[in-house]
């Protein structure tokens, strides 16, 4: 008696569920952000869920150096999630021009960004928007308080500072001065170069004069940050040719080294495994009094697949995106990656609201090399991390290596040539 | 028997048999073969594919940042399979000669303990390896620090001048255990009587492997070394696991591999391009055809074999 009754409750409750899942509508995510997903599963979706019974969210990440192969494929046999986070600039522009993200131009959420930010996904003539944006990253140096402490230094302001500080820390030798490897090259050309570029090329002055062919990477402002860089080889550690970013990552919050060049991405992994006091400063300008620039580079944004059967709750999805509730749980729940939308956030991490401070004193822009540059064969963001790295090796001149990125640039862009 | 069969009766059987495994074959592997050759004749202009004939080869050989590119990863690759014929398969033959020294002990023991890297994944390879000669965490300077040779240590997969190399050895490590396998089998095949008549002769020991055992062990070399060629210039895992798709340091262990993977299907900010991919993978196999051929029809066939 009591066991059929048991059997009976259990098929009972598996009509229910049965039922119950029909009805709902789950929208798959696709993203290479696979370091979120507790984040996601624990905060975002249950926010989300809660107020919009019958939508159910199921997060998939890839990892990031494999995600733009694996999209494109799945996009092409058709079996790609729901929504799909964007890689800012190209990669994105050809999968909608490809039919495959669509136009969400109108969708209410669109409203509360500026259109330097809605810049890393609209087409080039900013007619027409095919993701939300979500997040920017800015990029900077953060250091060891108390190794600053102990070696007896302040935080740099000014390059001459800058390079006082690392001989200080050399010539102490308890420390590493600078934790960077380049055997995963990214990180020379994205932490190095066009993290202390734009305080010589002065931002978006530079920038939008490089893709006008006005100025060219051959410029005195283009080839400067490659000199300061060929310096920073002395400071990194030992056998730092075989260093992985990984490796950085451990050395420096091990405690083992005095400052990291980075970006803001960093922070919440950090937060949890460096028990020492980390600070940021922003790249050291040239002289003193000088307008700082920085990186605030937009890096993650969000849209749907064109293919997908659950338009209506996806766009319900991305409405919510860009609403002032998600930036607020996005921003706290990952310090460091800064919400784009003008809806105000208040951020709880020191860490995270000193590099958005930044803003308010310097001026931003974007990294160099993503917007329409890296379009063509030879692409020059990979040329530049292949560049940066010779250079801090010492293998390459900082003007052959600007002689070689400008021949390579020009032989398929037509402004340069 | 009542009558002779005039006609032989067509046998079914046989079809019926061969069947499964040529619809499988046909399906993944000769169809793929066929579908990426026709792939690397056509472009992409818009979002529409067009047949250009031959200009995707033109443009892979013709222009200079793609052909730099490929002699380069050729190079390379040459290079990876020169120090695999030079230092793995000599090692693999050496080991199966002492392995079948019937006064050895242990030698079932030594034979699984060489032959079992081959049974692991390329990314616990490459993943153990990096961490090995890491110069931050690994082992490797620490252990000729303790000898005092400290001085030899380099951050050698960092370095342009010796990461193809360093690669190839790890790769050699994973795999000595192959030619090690074949050769100890084509050595137990030899009859005793052979090596007693020899040892009648006086010839015993060390030239009793150069003299009798080693030229009836040829025809098996052969294969070995094709083996080799094969999985050489098709090899992509390793060095993919250990440097990434960018075969660092400066392309310096850059192989057909990674730079057939690189195009077809992008990196970061370089999106995929399927058409001159599939341009490589043609390349790659005409490379693998040719060498094959003269394998077989070059060598093979003046190869003398013994029938015991």
Redesign the interface.
């Known amino acids: 008696m009591e066991k059929s009754k048991l059997i009976g409750a259990m098929l009972a409750s598996t009509l229910i569920a049965g039922t119950a899942t029909a009805q709902d509508v789950t929208l798959t995510i696709e993203s290479w952000r696979n370091d979120d997903l507790a984040i996601w599963q624990d905060k975002i979706i249950p926010a989300f869920e809660a107020e919009h019974p019958g939508i159910k969210l199921n997060f998939t990440p890839s990892a990031p150096a494999e995600y733009n192969a694996v999209l494109n494929s799945k996009l092409d046999a058709g079996s790609a999630g729901d929504i799909i986070t964007c890689r800012p600039f190209d990669a994105s522009l050809a999968l909608f021009e490809a039919g495959h993200l669509a136009d969400i131009s109108d969708i209410d959420g669109m409203a509360s960004f500026s259109a330097v930010s809605k810049s890393g996904w609209s087409t080039d003539d900013a007619s027409t928007q095919f993701c939300v944006p979500m997040a920017s990253v800015i990029h900077g140096f953060i250091y060891n308080k108390d190794a600053f402490a102990e070696v007896g230094v302040e935080e740099p302001t000014t390059e001459a500072e800058f390079f006082a500080v690392l001989d200080k820390i050399k010539e102490d030798g308890t420390y590493i001065p600078m934790a960077m490897g380049t055997n995963d090259q990214w990180e020379a050309a994205t932490m190095g170069y066009n993290n202390i570029g734009p305080n010589y090329w002065k931002g978006e002055e530079g920038r939008l004069a490089l893709l006008a062919g006005d100025q060219k990477l051959t410029d005195e402002a283009w080839v400067a940050p490659y000199r300061q860089l060929a310096k920073w080889g002395a400071y990194l550690g030992d056998g730092f040719e075989a260093q992985t970013y990984p490796d950085s990552q451990n050395i420096f919050t091990l405690g083992r080294a005095a400052v990291y060049p980075t970006g803001s991405w960093e922070i919440s992994g950090f937060n949890g495994l460096a028990d020492f006091e980390m600070g940021a400063f922003y790249p050291p300008v040239q002289n003193a009094g000088d307008t700082c620039y920085i990186s605030d580079h937009t890096d993650i944004g969000i849209g749907m697949n064109a293919a997908t059967p659950n338009a209506e709750a996806a766009t319900v999805f991305l409405n919510w995106v860009g609403s002032s509730e998600f930036a607020t749980i996005f921003a706290n729940a990952l310090p460091g990656f800064f919400p784009l939308s003008d809806a105000p956030v208040t951020l709880e991490d020191p860490l995270a609201q000193e590099f958005i401070s930044w803003r308010g004193e310097c001026e931003s822009t974007i990294r160099s090399t993503y917007q329409v540059l890296s379009r063509g064969t030879p692409n020059l963001e990979n040329d530049t991390w292949n560049a940066s790295v010779a250079v801090i090796k010492g293998e390459e001149s900082p003007e052959d290596a600007g002689k070689r990125l400008q021949a390579g640039l020009a032989s398929w862009y037509e402004p340069q040539q | 028997m009542s009558k002779d069969q005039a006609k032989p009766k067509f046998r079914w059987h046989i079809v019926v048999f061969l069947a499964p495994a040529v619809l499988v074959y046909t399906a993944v592997m000769i169809y793929p073969l066929f579908a990426t050759l026709r792939l690397s004749l056509f472009t992409e202009v818009g979002?529409e594919r067009v047949y250009v004939g031959l200009q995707n080869f033109r443009t892979l050989f013709g222009n200079a940042?793609?052909s730099e590119q490929f002699w380069n990863a050729l190079g390379n690759n040459l290079w990876f399979f020169v120090v695999h014929m030079l230092v793995q398969n000599p090692i693999g033959i050496a080991l199966a000669a002492i392995l079948s020294q019937p006064k050895l002990r242990f030698a079932s023991f030594y034979r699984s303990a060489i032959f079992i890297p081959t049974i692991l994944s390329f990314v616990i390879v490459g993943f153990a390896w990096?961490l090995i000669?890491?110069?931050?965490?690994g082992i490797a300077?620490g252990m000729l620090d303790a000898v005092g040779l400290k001085s030899l240590y380099?951050?050698?997969?960092?370095?342009?001048a010796y990461a193809l190399t360093t690669l190839s050895l790890v790769s050699v490590w994973q795999f000595v255990g192959i030619p090690m396998m074949l050769i100890y089998a084509a050595l137990l095949s030899i009859p005793d009587e052979i090596l007693e008549a020899a040892e009648v002769d006086g010839i015993t020991g060390l030239s009793a492997f150069w003299k009798i055992k080693l030229p009836l062990i040829l025809p098996s070399i052969g294969i070995i070394s094709i083996l080799t060629f094969v999985a050489n210039f098709n090899a992509f895992d390793l060095i993919y696991a250990a440097?990434?798709?960018?075969a660092?340091?400066?392309?310096s262990t850059d192989i057909l591999g990674t730079f057939m993977y690189r195009t077809f299907?992008?990196?970061?900010?370089?999106?995929?391009d399927p058409h001159m991919g599939s341009t490589i993978a043609s390349a790659m196999f005409a490379i693998i055809l040719i060498g094959v051929c003269i394998y077989l029809f070059g060598i093979q066939s003046r190869m003398r074999r013994y029938q015991f």
């Open positions: 979002q940042f793609w990096k000669l890491s110069p931050i965490w300077p380099a951050p050698w997969l960092g370095k342009e440097q990434g798709a960018l660092g340091p400066d392309f299907f992008g990196f970061q900010l370089q999106l995929g």
